[in-house]
């Protein structure tokens, strides 16, 4: 069965740095693209950023530019979301998803998603 | 950026078909995808590319997309169906809709 675990949320102050990992299973993981979402509690999904099967290509949406860093491991077959100068409006659930070009870049895998919590 | 437009909620008697729509710009030019999440879940892909049903997922759901208008139809809809829905696109980035509420009554 093709699956992705996130882990690593958690609460933490503003001005602070979480660490997110997101580990894959069941398929070839460095074929695929990855990518983290987001969603702010009662509010819609809001994409983060994406990284290459290679992890040479990164994107981050405006709003984390400088914040947030996407890396990925494939010899652990994991990602990874650091995150730093925390601010409560990063408080969400993160999910990681996979990007299936075969599928015209469809995010067809999602992990069942960790909370995040900016509160002091 | 890119910005597409879904109604808040979307309501549809139970075994009658629901259409949820997605507005933006030339969205005919793009490859529209489909998320349902449902309460407390996380996101499925129902639709991708258009109008491309991934296995497991029932042929009730099927997509289009021409001009400014992407929709996502349920046909017969069922207690189950109840959910969020997403229409995404790739513009310079990753963009999703503000997400429709289907309600079955």
Request: proline share 3%; charged share 15%.
């Amino acid at each position: 069965e093709e699956q992705l675990v996130e882990s690593g949320g958690g609460l933490v102050q503003p001005g602070g740095s979480l660490r997110l990992s997101c580990g894959a299973s069941g398929f070839t993981f460095n074929d695929y693209e990855m990518n983290w979402v987001r969603q702010a509690p009662g509010k819609g999904l809001e994409w983060l950023s994406y990284i290459s099967g290679s992890g040479s290509a990164i994107y981050n949406t405006d709003s984390v530019k400088g914040r947030f860093t996407m890396s990925r491991d494939n010899a652990k077959n994991s990602v990874y979301l650091q995150m730093n100068d925390l601010r409560a409006e990063d408080t969400a659930v993160y999910y990681c998803a996979r990007e299936n070009t075969g599928r015209y870049n469809a995010f067809d895998v999602w992990g069942q998603g960790t909370m995040v919590t900016v509160s002091s | 950026s890119y910005e597409m437009t879904q109604p808040l909620s979307v309501s549809v008697a139970l075994g009658q078909t629901a259409r949820i729509t997605c507005g933006g710009n030339n969205i005919g030019s793009k490859s529209v995808h489909w998320y349902q999440q449902k309460a407390g879940q996380a996101p499925v892909m129902v639709i991708y590319r258009d109008t491309n049903r991934p296995s497991g997922i029932p042929e009730r759901f099927s997509g289009s997309n021409s001009g400014n208008t992407a929709t996502l139809t349920i046909s017969r809809a069922q207690a189950g169906d109840e959910a969020d829905y997403y229409c995404q696109v790739w513009d310079t980035n990753k963009v999703f809709g503000g997400g429709t509420k289907l309600t079955v009554l």
